[in-house]
Structure formats: C-alpha cells, structure tokens
C-alpha cells in the first residue's frame, strides 16, 4: 500500500468513529480534533495493521497523529512512499 492508498483506509475506518464522510476529512486534522480517544485509536491501529498485514504500535497514533502522518509513517515501514 502506497500513502495515499493508507490514509484512504484510515479515513474510511474513522467513518465509523466520527461523523465526517472520508471525502470531506482534511488528512492533516489531528486525532486529538477529530476527538478520537485512546480506544478509538487503538481500535483504528489495529485495523490497519490487519489491513497492511503488520502489527503496528498503537503509540504510532499518537506520535504520527494525523491520517496523513500515520499514513506516511506506515508506508515507510512497509517500504513502500516515504515522502508526505
């Protein structure tokens, strides 16, 4: 998955979260502005990794946190993009 397909997964699985549709979701919106709390956030880690296949620390929601900053974050662990 390449960034800009990773922060698409992201967005369509805060849908479920928050009441924002995917398309209208500024990715640089931080987690903390879109009210995700610390389950939320684990919750949407977990999906991801299962969606990428890799177990990824939740943590990384809160030090990349944004769909744009994560997404970049886990494309550069999976190898794939790496610039934002």
């Given at each position: 998955m390449n960034i800009e397909?990773?922060?698409n997964?992201i967005?369509?699985?805060?849908?479920e979260?928050i009441?924002?549709?995917?398309?209208e979701l500024?990715?640089?919106?931080?987690?903390?502005?879109?009210?995700l709390d610390?389950?939320?956030?684990?919750g949407l880690?977990t999906?991801l990794g299962?969606?990428?296949?890799?177990e990824?620390?939740?943590?990384?929601?809160?030090?990349h946190?944004?769909p744009?900053r994560?997404?970049v974050?886990?494309?550069?662990l999976?190898?794939g993009?790496?610039?934002?």
């Amino acid at each position: 998955m390449n960034i800009e397909e990773i922060e698409n997964f992201i967005c369509e699985s805060l849908k479920e979260v928050i009441d924002v549709p995917p398309d209208e979701l500024a990715r640089d919106t931080t987690f903390d502005a879109l009210g995700l709390d610390s389950i939320s956030r684990v919750g949407l880690v977990t999906q991801l990794g299962n969606a990428v296949g890799r177990e990824i620390d939740p943590e990384m929601a809160y030090e990349h946190g944004s769909p744009h900053r994560l997404a970049v974050h886990v494309a550069a662990l999976l190898g794939g993009e790496s610039n934002s």
